[in-house]
């Protein structure tokens, strides 16, 4: 069935590394490929998502590229700061379903160290 | 804000009892999906509405069900209650159904069963 692997469970940074979560997903009709924000005790947050037409994409300081062939994403964070400590979702759009329902990774939780 | 809207924020309730969450999505958004999430875990996926209809089904019990009324609010119903299902439930709503529909959560209703 539909699954989306993600990596590392944990990541612990300097503040002013990069931080990079890596994605994969099963479904190869899957399109659509957001990730979300999630801190302690809140709603999930849509912080960028790419679509399968799309290799990469940036916004400030975060980008997310996209690996078709291999089916994997990834994000990455730039010059991270305390801010950034929190749990990170990627999902993936159902695929051949194509329902618009999102399959979401087990989650990243960065610690930016000051 | 993300203009979705859940209540009871906070729910205690005894095993064996039946609980119902509601959610109001953004308005002109068609889609209202519901994902549960347990402690430290990621976020599931239970069942998906468009404009009154079941459009997805996800890991949903038998003791679970849904609707989404005319108005376009829905509702999820909890029955015969278990201490595993305490969790963070999340309502979530999109303009329309498809792969490539933003996504956006409530702030989730914390459900408690003791």
């Known amino acids: 069935g539909e699954n989306v692997e993600q990596h590392p469970s944990t990541l612990s940074v300097q503040e002013g590394d990069s931080a990079v979560i890596k994605c994969t997903y099963s479904?190869?009709?899957?399109?659509?490929f957001p990730w979300y924000k999630q801190e302690l005790g809140k709603r999930p947050q849509l912080i960028i998502d790419?679509?399968?037409?799309?290799g990469e994409k940036k916004d400030q300081r975060i980008a997310v590229t996209l690996n078709k062939t291999a089916k994997h994403f990834s994000l990455h964070i730039t010059e991270t700061q305390p801010e950034d400590s929190a749990v990170y979702f990627c999902?993936?759009?159902?695929?051949?379903?194509?329902?618009?329902?999102?399959?979401f990774g087990q989650g990243t939780t960065l610690q930016v160290k000051p | 804000d993300s203009g979705v809207t859940q209540t009871p924020k906070h729910l205690i309730t005894a095993t064996g009892q039946r609980v119902t969450l509601r959610c109001s999505p953004r308005?002109?958004?068609?889609?209202v999906y519901w994902y549960q999430q347990s402690l430290d875990q990621g976020l599931q996926f239970l069942i998906q509405?468009?404009?009154?209809?079941e459009r997805a089904k996800g890991n949903i019990l038998e003791r679970f069900s849904a609707q989404q009324f005319p108005d376009l609010h829905s509702e999820l119903n909890l029955s015969s209650l278990e201490l595993g299902d305490s969790a963070l439930y999340f309502c979530?709503?999109?303009?329309?159904w498809g792969d490539g529909n933003t996504i956006y959560f409530g702030e989730g209703s914390w459900l408690t069963v003791v």
């Open positions: 979530a709503s999109s303009v329309g």
């Open positions: 479904d190869s009709a899957s399109n659509y």
């Open positions: 790419i679509r399968s037409n799309v």
């Open positions: 999902a993936a759009s159902g695929g051949s379903s194509n329902t618009g329902k999102l399959i």
């Open positions: 308005s002109g958004d068609l889609s």
């Open positions: 509405y468009y404009n009154g209809e």
